[in-house]
Each structure stands twice: as C-alpha cells, then as structure tokens.
C-alpha cells in the first residue's frame, strides 16, 4: 500500500489493508522496491533505466543474449523484462539512453525530450564520438606519402555535406572535408597523366572545379552502378560517377558504364578501370 493510499483511506476514514511480506534477504528487499517501481507506468525512460540496469547487475545477468545458468535463475535480459511485462527491445532501447548526454538524460527525466528522439541524439553522438577516435588513430599511425608522382590517380573525396542531422549523414561515419580543404591538397601528379575523380551526384559541380584547380582536364566519366539502393535527398542515388581526366598527353581508355556489388559504406572502386563491366 503506498503512502498516497493510506492518507487516502485515513481521510476517508476507512480501514487501510495492509500486507506484510516476509523477505529472506536485503538483497530480495531491494529487487522487491525495484520491481514494484519498474511496474509504475510514470517512470520516466532513464530513471526506469537506471533501476532495470542496478536489477540485471545485482542478478548477475550480463546485458548480451545468452543461455540460461544451470541454476536456473533468469540469465537473459529478455527474461527479466517478461517478469516486469515489457519486450526485450523496450528494455534494450531503455536501456541505451544510458550512455546518453547529460544533457539528454535530463530532458528525458523532465518530459521534454521523447525517448525515441533521445535514442536519436545518443546513437549519432556515439558515431560522431567513434569517428573521432577513429580519426585520432589515423593521424597517430599515418603513413609518410611516398615522395613521388603517379601517372595514374584515384581520388575519392570524402565530401561534406550540409544535412549533418540525418542518420546517413557522412560526419557520422568518417571525417569529411570541405571543398575549400580539397582544392588546397597538393596532387602528386606527374607533367603526362590521368585521374579518376569519384564524384557524388551533389558535388558535381564543384567535382569540376577541383580538376581546375588541381590542372586537369576533364575528358569523359565512368559510371559505377551499385547492385542495391544508395542514399540521397533527393533521390536514392545508386550509380557514383568518376570523372576522369587528363593532364598532359596520357590518356587510358576504359569502358563505361561499370557495375559492381558496392562494398562498406560508401567505398568506391579503387582502380575503377577494373571493375566489372
């Protein structure tokens, strides 16, 4: 009987039922609160969390699926979640607002932020926090560029886009670069040679402005049709263009259109005059 209860039944005047549980343990104590709490349905997401979480540690259960102990107390996190009448993907998605912001965790806690939108904003910081790590390592474990020209250049710019809010949004997987950074990169092109210029479908134009820059001439494309559905604004893109072009006298021939599987992400062909045709 809870305390809202019993000043109810005291003003009214009524016989207040009481039931007296005998608990073997402190520990039975505590789950007992906490099950009685993760029930109430005004438990906001994080708060529900936090005690969900406090219950799986005290148990002994880790959060991974599993099979259950020989000693036949619940082992998985969807067994625990059944007991307290939930999925096991409510309790998961709860569960992942625990490593959310501070910020986010106090929004949630005050009803001003939907946990789905929570969700949103805690996966695309743990992205963009694992992009920079990732970044971190590369420059800690770069390579020195061999001091030398190519006759023969593939470049795949790792291009910025505007819609940094969106799930696919390029910053959340990699570090990109402005096309001001670009053009200042110094290619390592020989007098006589050709490059391959992946370009997206929302750089074309500034794809030709980079071959000025850098002193080429643009000659002709090649088209890399993907075996499956790409991403886009506008459209969901599945072909990537690469322009190529020329600087001096030397000029490869190649077939276009190429297709081929795409493989992570949005990696590209790294000879595209290779690829399947």
């Known amino acids: ?17 009481t039931v007296v549980r005998a608990l073997a343990s402190e520990r039975d104590k505590r789950e007992h609160v906490r099950k009685i709490n993760l029930l109430r349905r005004n438990l906001d997401p994080v708060t529900w ?19 259950k102990r020989h000693d036949g107390i619940a082992e998985t996190v969807s067994e625990i979640a059944a007991e307290l009448g939930v999925h096991e993907r409510t309790a998961r ?23 789905k939108e929570a969700r949103r ?23 020195e560029v061999p001091v030398s020209v190519f006759t023969t250049l593939v470049i795949d710019p790792p ?3 505007d819609n940094a809010t969106t799930r696919g949004a390029a910053e959340d997987h990699y570090p990109t670069m402005t096309v001001d950074e670009l053009r200042k990169l110094e290619v390592p092109a020989a ?33 890399w049709v993907k075996s499956h559905m790409g991403l886009g604004n506008w459209f969901r893109s599945v072909p990537s263009t690469s322009c190529s072009q020329s600087k001096g006298t030397c000029l490869r021939s190649a077939t276009t259109p190429s297709t081929g599987s795409a ?8 000879n595209p005059s290779s690829s399947t045709t």
């Open 1 to 17: 009987m809870g305390t809202h209860r019993q000043r109810a039944c005291a003003e009214l005047g009524v016989d207040c039922p």
């Open 49 to 67: 969390a936090e005690q969900f979480q406090a219950m799986l540690e005290e148990r002994g259960v880790e959060r991974r699926r599993g099979p």
């Open 93 to 115: 998605n709860r569960m992942s607002l625990l490593v959310a912001p501070d910020d986010v965790k106090e929004q949630v806690r005050s009803g001003e932020m939907a946990e």
């Open 121 to 143: 904003r805690t996966s695309k910081a743990r992205r963009r926090a694992e992009t920079a790590a990732a970044a971190q390592a590369l420059a800690a474990h770069r390579r």
């Open 159 to 161: 291009w910025r886009y």
């Open 191 to 223: 007098d006589d040679a050709h490059l391959y210029l992946w370009v997206t479908n929302g750089f074309l134009r500034e794809g030709f402005d980079l071959l000025d820059v850098w002193g080429f001439t643009y000659k002709t494309c090649l088209t």
């Open 263 to 270: 493989r992570h992400g949005s990696a590209t062909p790294r």
